[in-house]
């Protein structure tokens, strides 16, 4: 099926772990990003791609690392995980016209203990 | 800040009752404006989406109004189902710089019987 695909779904991390959140997208988009969703604050951004080799920063990126080396992937690193990363993480991509819309993965549900 | 005021964080309406959903945003450089919705355990997903040289648009049973000059628009659900039952997110984007989403808080309704 076309979309977007997240893994894992749910991890639990302890304090100091590192781990890569997996994106991968079959609909040629060339923009991809990544949102954390928390309790009472919408989603933010984390960070974002324009295209293959080109990221940037969002709203909220201290602690994330990204890299997009192709078109259908862009990985989430948490590179020292903290709890203050528990969250809801989703990816979505969008086509060049963004009034077509984004398409979001199902998420992952981290835990950081 | 947040750059999407949305209001009110939860709602319950009676089914065949009106929900309304508003929000307000401040950066006037903002020129398109989607609503997203999102069940439990999903990503959100494209519902309905205005511009701001329209002031109303309407698709079924959902309809956004959009006042440009006070900065709000606002989301109505007529006809209220269980199934409408999920969290809406209002959203913006600035066409002009990479399109990128900023959502409002969100509003969890619950339609009942």
């Known amino acids: 099926n076309a979309g977007v695909t997240q893994t894992p779904k749910f991890q639990v991390l302890k304090t100091g772990q590192s781990m890569t959140l997996q994106c991968a997208q079959d609909m040629n988009h060339e923009y991809m990003s990544w949102y954390r969703q928390d309790p009472g604050m919408g989603l933010r951004l984390i960070h974002y791609s324009v295209g293959a080799g080109i990221t940037d920063q969002g709203e909220v990126p201290n602690g994330y690392n990204v890299s997009r080396s192709t078109t259908e992937d862009f990985p989430l690193r948490l590179l020292s995980a903290a709890p203050s990363q528990t969250s809801v993480y989703f990816c979505a991509s969008r086509q060049a016209n963004p009034l077509y819309g984004y398409t979001f993965g199902s998420g992952t549900r981290l835990t950081v203990v | 800040q947040q750059q999407v005021k949305q209001s009110p964080q939860s709602l319950i309406v009676q089914k065949g009752g009106i929900s309304i959903i508003n929000c307000a945003y401040e950066?006037?450089?903002?020129?398109?404006f989607p609503w997203y919705q999102q069940f439990p355990g999903k990503g959100p997903a494209l519902l309905i989406a205005?511009?701001?040289?329209?002031s109303e648009k309407k698709e079924g049973r959902f309809t956004i109004s959009f006042n440009k000059s006070a900065k709000q628009f606002s989301l109505h659900i007529m006809d209220s189902q269980p199934g409408d039952s999920a969290t809406y997110f209002c959203?913006?984007?600035?066409?002009?710089?990479?399109?990128?989403?900023?959502f409002g808080t969100g509003t969890r309704l619950q339609v009942t019987l």
């Open positions: 959203a913006a984007i600035n066409t002009g710089t990479a399109s990128k989403l900023t």
């Open positions: 205005i511009r701001p040289d329209v």
């Open positions: 950066n006037t450089a903002f020129d398109y």
